[in-house]
């Protein structure tokens, strides 16, 4: 019974003299042969300071600033106990003490920080399933820095790209009886087209190390054709009785099979259609999963200008259908021009507000032109009542001289080159 009592004065007794020394720092990460500075104090002088370092007790003194472990502080009589620790061993790893004398009584008081003289981890490890992925797979990595002291901090890139989603919290283990820490974090991703090719790297850091060391994986993503434009393409700027060539980007990997149908001909890449008149190149590739599909027209001639070409890829895991027209225009300054583009945007936008309110105003107030005309249809869509309204065939005249051409040279307008249908039918 008599226990009881005696465990709360120990308790008490350890409580009051851990509270009695202030020392800082309380935990420390220093490189094998850097410096460290650890300072005890008690609020009342002191005539002596010792501090263990390793399985040394070092008498400090003011006037004493010989060897590896010094005196630091303001003095005894500020009752600062401090050492000045040069040349970090690897063998003073661990505790650090201060014992200072008692402001009352003989018990010794006593400060404990930790000091860890930061250890290199080995190289680190990068477990992925070596495999070729699916887009829409779920992924999942795992990289082990292993042995280090303190723990490694891994980061995780892809590309040149930091990796922050799809990162779990690190797990640290320990050998039983070892300060070494080994570090394990797993990253999980669902793998899309973008990520075929690039490289997945565990990168480790530790203040030990002087450069971060990495391990790497490149991962192989497979994935269907991809278009890179929508709706129908049009080639511009081929010229009558020359040669013109239709070329197509696609992304796929693996590689994909093209084949081209003109009119009634099935041209399956390689191949030239047998007047010679059609070449279907081989899928060109430009790397990172591009693919340049190229038909060769040996003589642009005006019907074929006026048909369109289809082109299929395939590549085993899907395939994607193209139409592809060509164009003796030049290519509109949408493309290339990016200020003439927004220019031509914002004029084209303008002149449809301005028509389908001027619609709605004549509409509402009665005064509609063409009032014997059907017009049901003409109304809902914006572009198509400009043509029916005098002042905006005015309007639109002056930069679109060809709008009745009626062929597929179309309009001037090639901003919007999903119109041309309407034009030329
Ligand atoms: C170091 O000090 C901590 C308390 O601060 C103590 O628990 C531990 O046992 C000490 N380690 C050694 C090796 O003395
Ligand atoms: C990390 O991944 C490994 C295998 O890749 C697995 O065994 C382990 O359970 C995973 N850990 C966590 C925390 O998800
Ligand atoms: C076709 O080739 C030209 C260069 O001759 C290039 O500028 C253009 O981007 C290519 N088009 C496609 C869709 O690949
Ligand atoms: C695609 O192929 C065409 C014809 O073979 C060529 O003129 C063009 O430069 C190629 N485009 C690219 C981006 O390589």
Not at 58 to 66: A, F, I, S, T, V
Not at 99 to 108: F, Y
Not at 140 to 151: E, I, K
Not at 348 to 373: E, K
Request: charged share 25%; hydrophobic share 40%.
């Amino acid at each position: 019974m008599a226990v009881l009592p005696a465990f709360f004065g120990l308790l008490l007794a350890v409580f009051v003299s851990g509270q009695n020394v202030d020392i800082t720092p309380r935990e420390a990460v220093i490189r094998i042969g850097g410096e460290l500075r650890v300072l005890c104090k008690v609020p009342y002088p002191i005539d002596s300071c010792r501090m263990t370092v390793g399985t040394t007790s070092y008498r400090l003194l003011p006037d004493n600033l010989q060897g590896d472990v010094v005196y630091t502080g303001q003095g005894l009589k500020s009752g600062e106990c401090g050492a000045l620790i040069k040349n970090v061993l690897e063998e003073w790893n661990g505790n650090i003490t201060c014992v200072l004398p008692p402001q009352t009584g003989n018990i010794e008081l006593k400060g404990t920080m930790r000091l860890l003289v930061a250890r290199a981890p080995g190289a680190p490890e990068l477990r992925a399933p070596m495999q070729t992925f699916r887009d829409g797979d779920k992924f999942s990595a795992q990289c082990v820095v292993p042995d280090g002291r303190p723990a490694a901090k891994i980061t995780w890139y892809l590309g040149d790209v930091e990796l922050l989603q799809g990162v779990h919290q690190p797990i640290l283990t320990s050998e039983p009886g070892s300060d070494l820490q080994t570090v394990s974090q797993n990253v999980s991703r669902t793998l899309t087209d973008d990520d075929d090719s690039r490289m997945l790297v565990c990168r480790a850091e530790h203040l030990a190390l002087d450069q971060p060391r990495e391990a790497k994986r490149q991962l192989i993503v497979q994935y269907p054709p991809k278009r890179q434009e929508f709706g129908t393409i049009t080639i511009f700027g081929l010229k009558l009785g020359a040669e013109g060539r239709l070329n197509v980007t696609v992304r796929a990997n693996p590689p994909p099979t093209a084949e081209w149908t003109v009119g009634d001909q099935i041209l399956p890449a390689p191949r030239r259609s047998d007047a010679g008149d059609f070449t279907a190149l081989e899928p060109l590739n430009m790397g990172n999963g591009f693919f340049n599909i190229t038909l060769i027209v040996a003589r642009v001639a005006k019907e074929d200008v006026d048909r369109t070409y289809y082109l299929r890829v395939d590549n085993g895991l899907g395939r994607e259908e193209f139409a592809v027209r060509i164009s003796t225009m030049d290519e509109p300054a949408g493309v290339e021009l990016d200020t003439g583009a927004i220019v031509g945007i914002v004029v084209g936008v303008l002149i449809v507000l301005i028509a389908v309110s001027l619609g709605v105003f004549a509409f509402a107030t009665d005064r509609w032109c063409f009032a014997g005309r059907s017009h049901r249809t003409d109304i809902p869509d914006g572009a198509d009542s400009e043509a029916p309204l005098p002042p905006h065939d005015d309007i639109k005249g002056s930069e679109n001289p060809s709008h009745d051409h009626g062929d597929y040279i179309s309009n001037g307008d090639t901003k919007h080159p999903e119109k041309k249908p309407d034009t030329a039918v």
